[in-house]
């Protein structure tokens, strides 16, 4: 039967991985939101030197472009997380089986 504390260390060591990984998807999303301004930014530069009758539908098209690749990043921080909720489900169940077979 493992100990108290060694159960305790688990569950600490997969709150941290836990955190880790939420830090790591806001570093993703921070990174695609950076890269989508650069895209829009690249596009209303393209703009600029066309027409002005343009510039909405160039804008409007980076905008979409950009969405898409927030969106990406999204859901890679979904999957982040709910694969980190995962953990701390399967730790709590392992925590309540070595409770109970003790």
Wanted: glycine fraction near 2%; aromatic fraction near 2%; charge should be positive.
């Amino acid at each position: 039967m493992k100990s108290l504390a060694q159960i305790k260390n688990k569950e600490r060591e997969i709150s941290e991985k836990i955190e880790n990984a939420k830090a790591d998807a806001t570093k993703q999303v921070d990174a695609a939101k950076k890269e989508r301004d650069a895209v829009v930014q690249k596009s209303i530069e393209k703009v600029n030197k066309k027409s002005k009758d343009d510039e909405k539908d160039v804008e409007s098209a980076a905008k979409k472009e950009a969405s898409k690749i927030i969106s990406n990043a999204e859901k890679e921080v979904l999957k982040i997380r709910e694969g980190g909720l995962k953990n701390f489900d399967d730790a709590i169940e392992l925590i309540i089986t070595e409770f109970k077979s003790g």
